[in-house]
């Protein structure tokens, strides 16, 4: 039962709303299918189609030659539980809580996405990792660290609570190959210590959960990404059989931590230091499946129906982390930084019946504007009751607009470090004092121009004051 009273009105206007969309519909074929990727750590340059000069990536490389190209995507947040409670909501994660990995859960208050295109008819998926919710109410059935582990009841929140139909996950992380058996010694120190070495093969400890209570062990070998879109084909192909839209979500786990390429994509970068051979192999192997996913989507006939998008949930891990080599390509910072390193990500979309040739958008994007711009393809208005910090990408992808009037902002650290970013002009605020960049010039963040366009900074401060303090009234509310 839906508790929030608002939630509850919009939903009853939304099923009126979404009845006459129907109806003026020739059927339910002629809505799009829409999936939304994830890769957890992959930086900015992380892809062959960003320039990286080692890594094979063909199919994201192919999505780039076909479809929308963003240079200028960002992840809602330096790291990862917030900005999928971004994905879910169009708004920024510090407004219901989500301030850091495994804090906070995707609110009851919040109307998730999911929600939006069940009630429009979808049929709904989720598949990898989730991270805005413990999955288990059981202390130690996880491993856990944080507010997680301190009260799982609490930060109970699986997303078959979330009207997701089909579910396939993982609290948290897990290791790239084999997910559910420890891989032992990563780390350079690990290498000769015996506890470490007895763990290999052992359970991991993170495990796949397809409803409450419900693990699952069968088919879990091998590649990570290969587990995971072998529950998403079929989840599509019972969709396309019953001839109901599908709305699939797919995170993957790669290429975070542990990191653990299997022999056969390992072999493809044999010329390269062991912890890189292992980081490129995962990222290859996740691309593979890209690749299998669009395939199967041709041979049923959706793929030019089907909205693809792919991005990352932060930038790379600092390097040093065990076999991160991730590269934020011409970018300044890693994962957790407000630079531009930290929350740049790769972005990509193919949609043939709407995209008829390869676009690319120099205009800030971010994983909140996936919220609207999906209600916005349907027809549906964005609910009135609340602030949302996302907007509709299509005025750019259609080249109506090529300059973005609504600023993104971000916070980090505890609301210590806050981001005000136009379209031109970055403005980041912490306690050591304010910055301002020319983005568009100046990527790597080089040049602090604050005291050279005092107006510019003035009015920047004050709107990134307005906007932090309505974001954290919300977040006091919730805490």
């Known amino acids: 039962m839906i508790k929030n009273p608002a939630l509850r009105i919009y939903l009853s206007l939304l099923t009126c709303l979404i009845g006459a969309y129907e109806v003026s519909a020739e059927s339910d074929s002629s809505k799009p299918n829409i999936i939304l990727m994830m890769a957890d750590d992959l930086g900015w340059g992380d892809t062959g189609y960003n320039g990286h000069p080692i890594l094979k990536t063909p199919n994201l490389d192919q999505m780039s030659a076909e479809g929308v190209t963003f240079n200028r995507f960002y992840s809602a947040a330096a790291m990862c539980s917030p900005t999928r409670g971004s994905c879910y909501t169009g708004r920024n994660p510090y407004r219901f809580g989500i301030t850091f990995a495994m804090k906070g859960k995707l609110e009851e208050t919040e109307i998730p996405i999911t929600t939006v295109v069940k009630q429009a008819g979808y049929t709904t998926g989720h598949f990898g990792k989730w991270h805005l919710g413990t999955l288990s109410r059981e202390e130690g059935d996880q491993t856990r660290w944080g507010a997680f582990a301190d009260d799982p009841e609490k930060y109970y929140c699986p997303p078959w609570e979330r009207d997701v139909d089909v579910s396939f996950v993982t609290e948290s992380k897990v290791p790239t190959w084999d997910p559910l058996l420890h891989p032992g010694p990563i780390k350079e120190k690990e290498l000769e210590d015996p506890k470490v070495i007895a763990l290999k093969g052992t359970e991991y400890g993170n495990d796949y959960f397809v409803g409450e209570g419900q693990e699952v062990t069968v088919n879990t070998k091998g590649d990570d990404s290969r587990v995971i879109m072998d529950r998403v084909i079929p989840f599509i192909q019972d969709a396309v059989k019953a001839k109901t839209p599908f709305f699939a979500v797919i995170w993957f786990h790669t290429p975070h931590s542990p990191v653990v390429g299997g022999d056969k994509y390992r072999k493809w970068y044999q010329d390269q230091p062991e912890p890189a051979q292992h980081y ?200």
């Open 280 to 479: 490129y192999a995962c990222i290859t192997a996740m691309d593979e499946q890209i690749g299998r996913l669009r395939d199967e989507l041709s041979q049923l006939g959706v793929a030019d129906n089907t909205m693809l998008w792919f991005c990352s949930d932060n930038g790379p891990a600092r390097q040093g982390s065990p076999r991160h080599v991730g590269s934020a390509g011409h970018l300044s910072g890693y994962k957790l930084s407000i630079q531009e390193g930290g929350i740049r990500v790769p972005g990509l979309m193919v949609w043939p019946n709407k995209v008829k040739q390869p676009t690319v958008i120099n205009t800030p994007a971010v994983t909140s504007d996936y919220f609207p711009t999906i209600l916005s393809s349907l027809g549906i208005d964005l609910p009135d009751d609340r602030i949302y910090d996302g907007t509709s990408l299509w005025p750019f992808i259609e080249g109506k607009e090529t300059e973005r009037t609504k600023p993104i902002g971000f916070l980090n650290r505890d609301a210590k470090e806050s981001v005000w970013m136009e379209d031109r002009y970055k403005l980041i605020a912490t306690q050591k004092g304010m910055q301002l960049y020319d983005i568009k010039k100046d990527p790597a963040e080089k040049v602090d121009l604050y005291g050279q366009h005092p107006e510019i900074a003035a009015r920047m401060t004050s709107e990134l004051t307005h906007w932090r303090e309505s974001v954290l009234t919300e977040l006091d509310a919730v805490q």
